[in-house]
């Protein structure tokens, strides 16, 4: 079994949608979890910091439930610029360990 | 600061070539990370250097040998690779190994012919 696993994707959505993606993770011991954004022959960068209050920065909400092991990430009102992979990390042991990345189009 | 500067963006070698990708960051982080990235698929850890010493090699093959000459330097010395090794590597560095979380790099492209 994979340390992090997300939804295989991908997602095909249109301009305003809102879509949700999902992440579980194998070590209850892991300490950090983020969402990194990757663009198509870019590097990855970090979209948000997942806390287990829940976070939200503007169109984006991040939750995280250690007691299911699962993080997911909801963007709102989908924009053209969304369209990217998105990656769910967690951080175990002082390491990052990444998920195989949600690929996201948003279509006109 | 907070960048990862990165040179080659892009490097096409022949399988006997030796060539050297160079990592540079000005944030005092003292963890620094080799990843390699093939297409479609997450990045995969390689090697970690926490405070100029390696701490993890990830049973990487020896054509590919790490130097940290100091805190704000990476680089990944190439040697004698294969066409499978073409891919996209990426630096990255963190606060330390502990984190909270890691800036990366453009990465270099590399094509091994």
């Known amino acids: 079994r994979k340390e992090v696993e997300q939804d295989p994707g991908p997602f095909n959505v249109p301009e305003g949608a809102t879509v949700a993606f999902n992440c579980t993770y194998s070590n209850s011991a892991s300490q950090s979890f983020f969402w990194y954004r990757q663009d198509c022959r870019k590097e990855p960068k970090l979209l948000m910091s997942?806390?287990?209050s829940g976070n939200e920065d503007g169109r984006f909400t991040a939750q995280l439930n250690r007691a299911s092991q699962y993080i997911s990430l909801l963007i709102r009102d989908s924009k053209l610029s969304d369209s990217a992979t998105y990656l769910c990390v967690v951080r175990n042991n002082n390491d990052m360990r990444f998920g195989a990345g949600t690929r996201l189009t948003v279509k006109p | 600061d907070t960048e990862v500067t990165q040179t080659p963006k892009h490097l096409v070698m022949g399988m006997t070539n030796k060539k050297s990708l160079k990592c540079e960051q000005h944030?005092?982080?003292?963890?620094m990370y080799w990843y390699k990235q093939k297409a479609k698929k997450p990045p995969e850890l390689m090697f970690v250097y926490s405070y100029e010493k390696l701490s993890i090699n990830e049973s990487v093959p020896s054509r590919f040998s790490p130097e940290c000459p100091n805190s704000s330097l990476l680089n990944l010395h190439l040697h004698a690779l294969q066409p499978e090794d073409s891919a996209l590597y990426l630096c990255a560095s963190s606060q330390d190994r502990a984190g909270p979380r890691q800036y990366f790099g453009p990465g270099t492209r590399l094509t091994v012919t």
């Open positions: 997942v806390y287990s």
């Open positions: 944030m005092g982080h003292r963890a």
